[in-house]
């Protein structure tokens, strides 16, 4: 009588967080509105053949303990959204009991008559159990369990012939397993249409983001662009490394613009020396170490390798910019599970905590979480500054 409900997939319920499906939940609605039917049987039952009682006064004892026990199961069923096999597991022992119960308190003469209300009751309460146990065995060994207990209900007080019984305590197997059938198809619709709105709200999200590329994109182009382009023509920056600079990002700047793939390394490092030469090229004297990197290790996930470069690249802009001298360290080697990059300076330095600027914390700390890996900043001021970058690499890699 035990068995095992399946993993909450997702919530699909507005509003809950209980990770309750739908289909859980509507298997909760149809054992509560079997339930009630079976509990106005009971009551309906029971004022109908009032009369027939030999003692009427523990009948009405059995019938309130029947609707006690379903509202407990009922309620508590609904209120945590899902109906657990442990709790289906304790109402079909009570069920027992009541069978027992009821065909002693109705006798003989009423045994196969509405007056043992306990019997179509519990043929309707077993709907719980074939909607909410999972395995097949746990199934049958309930059906099995509450036929068996009908039988011996009905050889204990006589109620009657073979060819009756057996076709009544049948009803229980049956029951059971056909809306264990129909609870399994309708749990594998339900995977089905989570699944569907899984990849709907993904598709969703896709279109939203390419929306919003579409919106920069305009923008960009409309202003950062074609200022780009007009500063990178004729002598408009009278210095020729730097207009050369510009032109080079204004090409970039139009191909990622229009949806091309702006070009992209395929080791780290070539990606390190794109980025390097950028900055050199400008006018900062970088030194670039990648001798420990292992040439004949396939190239980084693009995710990866964008972030160690952008945040090489945000770590050397800012030596330029706040450093106060123009020459750097880039090391990157490989060891162990991961990817290390520093990038050193012997600048003026600073104090991480009361200077954490929106490059760092953006550009370069946040782009490496993102991928995967992490940034450590170490600087005091007069000293320098130390930029650790550490990436995971994946199997294979």
Known sequence: MTGQQGPPR????AGDDSGVTRSQ?????LVVLS????????AGAVIAARDRYPH???VILLAAAVWAESLTLLLTAWRAGRFRPAWVSADVVFNVAGLIAGAELTGTADFASWANFMYPYTVIASIAAGAVLIRLTAVLATALTLAGSYILAAVAVGGGPAWNILPNSSSYLGTILIIWTI???????????????EEAVAQAVDLDRQREHARQARLL??????????????????????????AREATWLRRF????????SSDLASALRAVVDTHRALGLQVELNTAQLDQARPGLPDVLLDALAGAVDEALTNVAKHAGVNAATVHASASGRGIQVSVVDHGRGFTPGLADRLGIRES???????????AAIESTPGTGTCIELWGPLTQGT
């Open 10 to 13: 997702r919530t699909t319920r």
């Open 25 to 29: 939940h509507i298997i909760v609605v």
């Open 183 to 197: 609870a399994g198809q309708f749990r594998r619709f339900g995977r089905d249409l989570d699944r569907s709105r």
């Open 257 to 264: 613009v229009e949806g091309q793939q702006p070009d992209r």
């Open 35 to 42: 339930r009630l039917a079976a509990l106005a049987q009971v």
């Open 221 to 246: 182009h409309d202003r950062v662009l074609q200022t780009m382009e007009t500063l990178a023509r004729d002598q408009w920056i009278p210095d020729t490394r730097l207009r050369q600079h510009v």
């Open 56 to 58: 009427l006064v523990p």
């Open 364 to 374: 370069i700390k946040a782009r490496m979480t993102v991928a995967g890996g992490r």
